[in-house]
C-alpha cells in the first residue's frame, strides 16, 4: 500500500499544483494533509477548495486555527499586513478550517502485521510542537506510546526527515515529518512531501522494511514570490520562499 502524505502548503497554489501533479502520477491508495492550508500567500480559498474538491482527509495545523482568532474586518488587519494572507479566505472555508480535527489515528492489516499509524500537525500533544529530527528519544517514544502507534507523522518544522527508534522490546517505531509543500525551511527550495509505502514484507521487527520517499517538487517559485510581491503582504514572505529559510 501506498499513502501519500503532505503538510504546510501555506497558500502557495503554484507550489501545491506541482505538487498535486506529481502526486496523482504516482498513484498513491490514499492520501492526508496534515495542515497549516493558509497563511503567507494570496491563494487559501484555491488551496482549500482543491483539498475539499478532492475529498483528502486533513487536520488542522496552527495557522488554520489562527483562523479562529483573525476576523475579516478591515479593522483587524495590522499595520504589517501580515494578517492580509486570512483576510482572503471566505466565510465558507473558515467554517470548513474551524471544524479541521487535531489528529487523525488510522491503521492498516495485512496478513501479519497492524500498522497503527498517528498524523498530528505539530505532536500529539500541541497543535504548534516541534517534534524534530533530534527530539529526545524517550519524549518521541512517550507520544508514541500515548497514542498507541507505531508511526508518529508530523508537520510544522517544515525540515523533512524519518526517524527509526529501536524500543527496548526490540521493535522499531517510526517518525516522519513531511516537510513543507509551499514554504519549505531546510535549504532546499522545492515543495516537498512524502510517500509511505508498508505492505505485507513490512515488520516492525524489521528497521528497513518499511519505505518513506521523500519528493522533492520543482515549481514556479518567481511567479509565486511576485504574487506576494504585489499584494498587501510583507515583501519578507517572498524572500523566505526565495531562501528556502
Do not use: W
Request: net charge negative.
Amino acid at each position: 500500500m501506498k499513502i501519500a502524505f503532505f503538510s504546510d502548503i501555506h497558500a502557495n497554489l503554484h507550489a501545491f499544483k506541482a505538487m498535486l501533479e506529481d502526486l496523482d502520477s504516482q498513484k498513491p491508495d490514499t492520501a492526508y494533509c496534515l495542515g497549516d492550508l493558509v497563511g503567507y500567500h494570496i491563494y487559501p480559498n484555491e488551496v482549500v477548495g482543491e483539498i475539499r474538491k478532492r475529498g483528502i482527509a486533513t487536520l488542522k495545523g496552527n495557522h488554520d486555527e489562527k483562523v479562529d482568532s483573525i476576523d475579516s474586518t478591515p479593522e483587524s488587519l495590522n499595520e504589517k499586513g501580515e494578517n492580509y494572507a486570512y483576510h482572503l479566505i471566505s466565510e465558507d472555508n473558515r467554517g470548513y478550517l474551524k471544524k479541521l480535527p487535531a489528529l487523525i489515528n488510522t491503521e492498516f492489516t495485512f496478513v501479519e502485521a497492524t500498522f497503527k499509524i498517528a498524523l498530528a500537525h505539530g505532536s500529539t500533544r500541541r497543535i504548534d510542537e516541534y517534534i524534530l529530527i533530534d527530539t529526545d528519544e524517550n519524549y518521541v517514544l512517550e507520544l508514541l506510546d500515548e497514542a498507541d502507534a507505531d508511526i508518529l507523522i508530523v508537520g510544522h518544522s517544515h525540515k523533512p526527515y524519518h526517524r527509526i527508534i529501536q524500543t527496548v522490546q526490540g521493535v522499531f517505531k517510526h517518525v516522519i515529518n513531511l516537510g513543507s509543500v509551499g514554504k519549505p525551511k531546510d535549504g532546499d527550495l522545492r515543495g516537498c512531501y512524502a510517500l509511505l509505502t508498508i505492505d505485507n514484507n513490512s515488520s516492525l521487527l524489521l528497521r528497513n522494511s518499511i519505505n518513506v520517499e521523500f519528493r522533492r517538487i520543482s515549481y514556479d517559485l518567481e511567479a509565486s514570490a511576485k504574487a506576494i510581491e504585489e499584494s498587501p503582504l510583507p515583501a519578507e514572505f517572498a524572500l523566505a520562499l526565495r531562501s528556502g529559510r
